[in-house]
């Protein structure tokens, strides 16, 4: 999910950040770290609102020697919950056995730093926090240090620490559990030694991640499987063609449903439906399947696959709104026709389908409430549900519920779910109302990855490169009509639907790409890597057929065409050549290599796989994935992300991955009609190779995904010899 554009601007951090310190009512240290909105904002006269600081914001070191650190992200198979307090930790030369995290609750102390609200997307997790982390452990420890010193009547230049103790002259030593009081009285230093690379303890090291076990043994509660006293569950009657509103309701059969407490109508973010609550989700779903629902579907639009591929391939014959153009815009006229390519591609409306549902539980007092979401959006979710339930946001006690996945689809910018389940909720006083998405209703319930018609012309010179590049994308804006627009609208082109195309790391003389943003009545989000899925199989597949066009090696012609900036894509590219370099050239009959890189969100990747054919499908026996993401936090749990970012990234290419709609009506409703990737179409091995690097790190949960599916493509590309421009895979 990618709700910004990042800037030099935006990664300047306001130097007027500072820290909180108090003493624990329990005994104990506790620190609290607020930075302010990042320095181009207040630049623009907005001024941060009075800070209020938590009981426990970030890390509090109990009289037993536990150190609670606090994580302001989501968890929901990222491994941030075990990276951010790696970084505090080691900054703070805390005892990691002893390290416990927390997901943070929604306040104003968890706010991105970058993007000024508390959020996890953009691949902007450690990215985003890693200086903040770093310092605040740094501080901690002088704090610690400060007040070990001062008990022993020495200067702190003769202390040290390590492993949650200081270390004084004459063999004297304190636990931090024995200081926090009195560091918590000493004042809160401006400037905090950070630590050389060459003294991390935990930062790069393969650290197992504090929730393997938890998950491994079923023990780990997320969002789902809250469970308070008193509590109902609500599911929601959605119309079948989105906007659609109730005309007429017969509720008569559903009521007489064993457990069902009540039905009515309710107002959803466009339209309305109708809501059952009942003791148990299983009588709230009979009741809902016996509702007599008469729609209202007039006034709206009915959108269509079909139609809507013949008007897109329309708009792509026609120069969009510009967004990048460089050159000769006629250098494609003195190219011969036996020297241009035109290929145009189609990606359709692809689902999230994260495997915990969506959900939501809220619990209205009338002048307070408190919610209890798996969220992306913390900011936004928290203050929907105060604006439907007439309160202020701080009235709202948010907590922050573990995700089983998200992928972008618990980053939703009206907060359709927390709304319909705050207008519940607020019928329902003084009890606890868990909303639930089955998997129908989010297969069915919109916000899916737009569907995109591309349309590209290369110019071919004497040297077999891209002499000339046309290239139109037609798909529906993310972010017109909300908050984002300012930021990522210009010249009339979501940024979101060109990356990956517009800011391409190849060099090519005269390049035009252009844009259209139609409007269609269907909701659409983010989906893991936002524009880059379709933008970076575009190109890596074009790039591929140029290359086999001009009889040079995949990997040598990329290296030919990358700009000498891009020293990223290059490292990636060397150590991807260097580490499946043996296999590659060893390939059993009917197998095929395939290349690809692409960078996305700062962090360059390349991939190389292995495939075959069998059974009509493609047969990925090998992945090799080469990343340079600067300094690698936790190489374990990058590893994992691009594991699992691989398999992700081969939805779109799987039978059954795509949404369709007739009639204004999705044709899909689980997964027998939208299929993920199971565990044959997986590779039977992925192995990750890191770039070293002590440059600042960059995103690791999203560049795994657009590169899989290209070059899987290529590869296929060899064995059959068609090329590939229709997504999914259906025939091959």
């Known amino acids: ?167 004084g002259p004459g063999n004297q030593s304190a636990r931090y559990a024995e200081l926090g009081t009195d560091a918590a009285r000493k004042p809160v230093p401006d400037k905090a030694t950070l630590k050389n690379p060459g003294e991390f303890r935990l930062i790069g090291k393969k650290v197992p991640r504090l929730d393997s076990r938890a998950k491994c043994d079923g023990s780990q509660k997320f969002g789902l499987d809250l469970d308070l006293p008193g509590m109902k569950i609500a599911v929601v009657a959605h119309p079948p063609v989105f906007g659609g509103r109730v005309k007429s309701l017969d509720d008569k059969e559903a009521r007489t449903i064993s457990g069902v407490r009540d039905v009515f109508e309710i107002q959803l973010v466009k339209g309305s439906g109708v809501a059952i609550v009942a003791d148990r989700f299983w009588a709230a779903k009979q009741a809902r399947d016996r509702l007599k629902i008469d729609w209202d579907l007039s006034g709206i639009e009915h959108p269509d696959s079909a139609q809507l591929w013949t008007r897109y391939k329309e708009l792509a014959r026609t120069p969009g709104n510009v967004a990048v153009a460089r050159g000769d815009d006629k250098a494609m006229d003195s190219i011969p026709a036996a020297r241009r390519i035109v290929a145009e591609y189609e990606f359709p409306y692809l689902a999230h389908t994260p495997m915990e549902p969506l959900n939501t539980t809220i619990r209205f007092d009338g002048d307070r409430a408190e919610a209890w979401v798996p969220s992306q959006f913390q900011t936004m979710d928290q203050m929907a549900i105060a604006q439907v339930l007439g309160l202020k946001p701080e009235q709202v006690t948010f907590h922050t519920e573990y995700a089983g996945g998200g992928f972008g689809r618990r980053a939703v910018i009206d907060s359709h779910v927390q709304r319909e389940a705050a207008a519940i909720a607020k019928r329902h006083r003084s009890t606890p109302i868990k909303l639930i998405w089955t998997r129908e209703d989010d297969v069915r319930g919109g916000y899916y990855r737009p569907m995109h018609a591309h349309r590209v012309e290369i110019g071919i010179g004497l040297d077999g490169l891209p002499a000339a590049w046309r290239h139109v994308i037609v798909g529906q804006s993310l972010v017109a009509g909300t908050p984002f627009a300012a930021m990522l609208i210009k010249n009339g082109v979501d940024q979101t ?77 060397d150590l991807l050549d260097q580490e499946s370099a043996a296999w590659r050239n060893k390939l059993p009959k009917g197998h095929a290599s395939g290349i690809s890189c692409h960078e996305s969100f700062d962090t360059a990747v390349a991939c190389a796989v292995d495939v075959s054919i069998e059974n009509k499908r493609p047969r990925i026996h090998r992945a090799t994935v080469a990343v340079d993401c600067g300094l690698a936090v936790n190489p374990l749990t990058i590893e994992s992300q691009f594991q699992g970012g691989v398999g992700f990234g081969l939805t779109q290419l799987m039978t059954k991955g795509a949404i369709t709609l007739a009639d204004g009506r999705v044709e899909q409703r689980n997964f027998d009609g939208y299929a993920p990737p199971y565990i044959i179409d997986a590779p039977v091995m992925v192995d990750v190779h890191i770039v070293p690097s002590t440059e600042a790190p960059t995103g690791c949960g999203e560049p795994p995904v657009p590169v899989i599916s290209p070059a899987v493509v290529n590869a296929l590309a060899r064995l059959t010899g068609k090329r590939y421009r229709s997504l999914p895979l259906v025939n091959i």
């Open 497 to 573: 639907t060109v990356e990956g195309a517009a800011d391409t790391n190849y060099s090519i003389s005269n390049f035009h790409v252009s844009a259209h943003n139609p409007t269609v009545n269907v909701p659409v989000l983010w989906w893991r890597s936002v524009g880059n899925t379709h933008t970076a199989f575009v190109m890596e597949t074009l790039i591929d057929e140029l290359a086999t066009r001009a009889k040079i090696d995949p990997i040598v012609y990329r290296r030919k065409l990358l700009k000498p900036e891009a020293k990223k894509l290059r490292a990636a590219l």
């Open 1 to 167: 999910m990618r709700p910004a554009l990042k800037t030099e601007n935006d990664q300047q951090l306001n130097r007027r950040s500072f820290l909180h310190v108090s003493a624990a009512a329990a005994g104990g240290l506790v620190v609290s770290l607020y930075l302010d909105l990042p320095a181009s904002a207040l630049a623009r006269g907005q001024m941060p609102p009075p800070k209020v600081y938590p009981p426990d914001a970030f890390v509090h070191i109990r009289p037993d020697g536990k150190i609670v650190i606090t994580v302001n992200r989501l968890e929901f198979g990222q491994g941030v919950q075990t990276s951010l307090p790696m970084v505090l930790a080691d900054e703070m030369d805390a005892d990691w056995s002893q390290v416990i995290p927390e997901l943070a609750p929604a306040a104003d102390v968890y706010k991105d730093p970058v993007f000024g609200f508390q959020m996890v997307g953009g691949s902007g997790s450690i990215a985003h926090s890693f200086q903040q982390y770093r310092e605040l452990g740094a501080k901690t420890r002088a704090m610690l240090i400060a007040a070990a010193a001062a008990r022993w009547h020495v200067t702190p230049d003769k202390c040290r620490t390590e492993n949650s103790v200081v270390y």
